[in-house]
């Protein structure tokens, strides 16, 4: 090959080469197995409506309704190579989900994430999360009980997120009784936002585009309902605190699978 010849760059995300090995993430289909901890309460609905933006309605029903959601998940793409190297595979996320109004439809939107997996961010701005790096711990279940809850009624779960090493979240959910589903906040298509900001740096976007995103497939074993407690802290780099609980609904558990192929314009 002569010197300074062309070649095409592999790679569904950055970096790409022409092997296209060093891409940080895979192409989709992307399949997730995980154990969800959920609570959901409710906010004056102010605290919500502006972190919408703008053209993004509140829902008419609840409008303040918040889903606080930790997830310790293992994913992998359709050749499941990850899972041969756990380090590639293995993340554990909290999200914040409300629900939203655009052009009439009802949707769930996040309005903060953190991940502690570089794979885990990359996949997410692809997608339109707004993912940040933090340190996230969930009690995790075991079927022999000596260090660990039974998936079932009595149970407890705990979960933590910090940001900058600092503490910015607690939650605890005890389990009570079997439930139809792990809640009704992040039910829905999501609605998100994929924002690149202009190289030029005047304040303009490159990128700045509304998407509509959902499994394409989903399974979720037996939920489990109860009570909840979280605490939120100030932080001088989070905003999280400002969605500052008013009533709990309740909490929740569940292991759950699903599969993202693709989103769409909404």
């Known amino acids: 090959m002569k010197v300074g010849a062309m070649t095409a760059n592999k790679g569904f995300f950055y970096p790409r080469t022409t092997t296209g090995k060093a891409s940080l993430i895979p192409s989709p289909p992307w ?3 995980g154990d969800l901890l959920t609570v959901e ?4 609905p102010a605290n919500v409506e502006r ?3 703008a053209g993004v309605d509140l829902a008419s029903d609840d409008p303040g309704a918040v889903a606080f959601i930790f997830a310790d998940w293992q994913s992998c793409s359709t050749s499941r190579e990850e899972l041969l190297d756990p380090v590639r595979s293995q993340y554990k996320e909290a999200f914040v989900v409300v629900r939203c109004s655009y052009k009439g439809v009802v949707y769930s939107r996040c309005l903060f994430i953190w991940v502690d997996k570089d794979f885990a961010i990359a996949r997410g701005l692809f997608q339109g999360y707004p993912k940040k790096l ?4 969930q009690t995790r279940s075991h079927p022999i009980a000596f260090a660990a809850p039974q ?6 779960f705990a979960g933590t997120l910090a940001a900058n090493d600092r503490r910015i979240a607690n939650v605890v959910v005890t389990l009570e009784r079997e439930s139809e589903t792990n809640g009704f906040v992040n039910a829905l298509p999501m609605l998100h936002s994929r924002v690149i900001p202009s190289i030029e740096v005047d304040g303009s976007d490159a990128l700045n585009e509304l998407i509509v995103s959902s499994g394409s497939k989903f399974q979720g074993g037996q939920a489990y309902s109860g009570s909840a407690k979280i ?3 100030d932080d001088p780099y989070e905003e999280i605190a400002t969605l500052s609980v008013d009533e709990y609904i309740g909490g929740y558990y569940r292991q759950v699978g699903a599969v993202f192929e693709k989103g769409s314009p909404a």
Request: hydrophobic content about 35%; aromatic content about 22%.
């Open 31 to 33: 399949y997730y197995s």
């Open 41 to 44: 309460y409710r906010t004056d």
């Open 51 to 53: 972190l919408l933006p």
């Open 134 to 137: 933090g340190s996230i711990y």
């Open 151 to 156: 998936v079932g009624i009595g149970a407890t």
């Open 231 to 233: 605490e939120l802290f």
